[in-house]
């Protein structure tokens, strides 16, 4: 799996939209509610919380490499953009 700033960038804008929560539920959601109606012990959600956080940043990476190669970005491109910024 590719690393760079890019992946950073588009992880960070996936998890910070993803802090609301959205009726109807998601099948997803629906699924987690039904699975997880006992209480987990700390350990045990902070292990859940951190299995679904990367594996939402598998996907988020995948996707993002996907687009950048699709448009033909470049690290170049990137320190340009994050410099107009400042």
Do not use: H
């Not at 699975?35 to 598998?58: G, H, P, V």
């Not at 190669?69 to 410099?83: A, I, Q, V, Y």
């Amino acid at each position: 799996m590719r690393f760079c700033k890019k992946n950073l960038i588009f992880v960070w804008y996936k998890i910070n939209n993803m802090q609301s929560l959205q009726f109807p539920l998601s099948n997803v959601q629906m699924e987690l509610l039904k699975l997880y109606s006992t209480n987990l012990s700390e350990e045990d959600l902070q292990e859940l919380k951190s299995l679904l956080s990367n594996f939402y940043a598998k996907k988020s990476i995948e996707e993002a490499n996907q687009i950048w190669d699709k448009k033909g970005f470049s690290d170049d491109l990137m320190d340009e953009w994050l410099k107009e910024d400042s």
